[in-house]
């Protein structure tokens, strides 16, 4: 116990080396203001356009549909440019590029908004299209960017998981407002005229917190000595990419990331269904069960840092399967509010466990590349990262609202039919527990245990800051 309070406080204090306390907290804040982002389109959009816009599953689908097309097409094209980039002393490279691609993305939000039940489904259904896919690609030049910076600012594992705390508890305080609106405003009654003013305060408070986030950061030329860039012609991309697919590392990472990660990442969106339609209760108890389980969880997040310390990715990810099966589980069985608050809560622990402990695989991964190679592809590796792990993520979305949609869901419809509610209990609850369970297969064959982790997180520290090898 003492060692756990130890490392606890060590987590957020000022050390003579590494990154001090407000390092790790600037370098953290421009993470979770693109996911509040994400949250915004990739979960509240889906129940509003189709409870409240009108819009058939089934057109939802297609839209995901086309947005995993284009993700496939366009993300590892964007790692590549972005590594070719070279920084200019005027502007600099990575922060230049969020600070580009952060009025794309507010104004395509503010835009999906505005979609009106008046107009025909082709209509809705085209200029969701559209706008999703001006946001998509601002959205994955800033992730990109963001994650390449962030790489060479917190060079070892450890740092990484420290930032990767201090993400998830910024994410959690912003989702309480997120969140707070939607199951206030979607579960139930909601009224559009409402919403719309609401969204647009979201949407504005965005938008300052990003000028925020991004104020300050540093991106000189220094930032950049370390790296050795591999500047590679359009024919070598494609050669290049597939020596990183068929590694053992990349896919293990890959497939863990499309069969667990991506599934038990969308999950407000399924509770908010969940909330409406199978339980009936209001805004105020789904927004207060919600919030209070966040609480709960964000307690426990400097204790999920530091098991991942301790024991590494892949003994870590393996306990997280306890706390997986009774929050899921739960939740399909579930027949009153106490039963779903209990299993929402093991949920919520769950999510925030595993993406903890999968914190650090990326990185590890181009760290390892570069210590072999002696060239540093982090663009490249993001982009092909993003290629499969954001694009096949949404599969859950597909996934969801087809399953729900088969099942006879109506959004208009005042209470859904018995198979309706079956249909979202089985797209809440087993679906995502089958995802983590078939996630422990690539998982298992993952090569670096946490003797090798340390190897390579010494390796970066040494390559970013010199020092003892």
Do not use: E, K
């Given at each position: 116990m003492r060692k756990v309070v130890s490392s606890i406080r060590g987590l957020f204090r000022f050390t003579s080396s590494g990154l001090t306390l407000g390092e790790k907290w600037r370098l953290a804040l421009p993470g979770p203001v693109l996911s509040v982002g994400g949250v915004l389109i990739h979960n509240v959009f889906i129940k509003y356009y189709t409870d409240m816009i009108g819009l058939s599953p089934k057109y939802v689908g297609w839209v995901y549909i086309i947005y995993n097309i284009w993700n496939a097409i366009n993300d590892p094209m964007?790692?590549?440019?972005i590594d070719k980039m070279r920084h200019r002393p005027t502007r600099g490279k990575y922060v230049y590029i969020m600070r580009v691609t952060v009025p794309f993305m507010i104004i395509a939000s503010f835009?999906?908004?505005?979609?009106?039940?008046s107009w025909a489904q082709w209509q809705i259904f085209l200029l969701y299209s559209v706008e999703l896919f001006i946001y998509d690609t601002a959205a994955t030049a800033?992730?990109?960017?963001?994650?390449?910076?962030?790489?060479i600012a917190a060079p070892t594992k450890e740092e990484r998981i420290d930032v990767n705390v201090i993400q998830n508890y910024v994410s959690q305080a912003m989702s309480f407002l997120i969140t707070m609106i939607p199951t206030l405003l979607l579960v139930g009654d909601g009224k559009r005229e409402v919403i719309i003013p609401v969204f647009t305060a979201v949407i504005l408070l965005e938008s300052i917190f990003f000028t925020l986030a991004l104020r300050g950061l540093r991106d000189d030329a220094k930032m950049y000595e370390t790296l050795n860039i591999q500047h590679m012609e359009t024919k070598d991309v494609w050669s290049e990419s597939w020596q990183i697919v068929k590694s053992r590392p990349f896919l293990t990472y890959v497939l863990y990331s499309i069969f667990t990660i991506g599934p038990i990442g969308f999950?407000?969106?399924p509770y908010l269904y969940?909330?409406?339609d199978v339980l009936n209760t209001?805004?105020?108890?789904?927004?207060?069960?919600?919030v209070s389980t966040h609480v709960i969880a964000l307690m426990f997040l400097p204790v999920m840092g530091y098991i991942v310390k301790k024991y590494g990715t892949k003994i870590s990810i393996y306990w997280g399967t306890i706390s997986a099966v009774l929050g899921y589980g739960g939740i399909f069985f579930a027949t009153n509010i106490w039963t779903v608050f209990l299993s929402y809560i093991m949920i919520v622990f769950t999510v925030n466990y595993i993406r903890t402990a999968a914190s650090p695989m990326g990185a590890l991964i181009i760290d390892e590349n570069e210590r072999t190679t002696g060239v540093r592809k982090t663009g490249l590796f993001n982009g092909l990262f993003s290629l499969f792990i954001v694009a096949f993520s949404s599969l859950q979305t597909v996934v969801f609202i087809n399953v729900i949609g088969a099942f006879g869901y109506d959004g208009r419809a005042t209470t859904q039919s018995e198979s309706a509610v079956f249909g979202i209990r089985l797209a809440t609850g087993l679906i995502p527990l089958i995802a983590i369970l078939i996630g422990l297969i690539p998982m298992a064959f993952y090569p670096f245990d946490k003797k090798k982790e340390e190897e390579i997180s010494a390796f970066s520290n040494y390559a970013r800051r010199g020092g003892p090898k």
């Open positions: 964007i790692g590549v440019w835009l999906m908004m505005l979609s009106s039940p800033y992730s990109v960017a963001y994650q390449s910076y962030t790489l999950y407000f969106t969940y909330m409406d209001g805004g105020l108890t789904a927004t207060i069960v919600d």
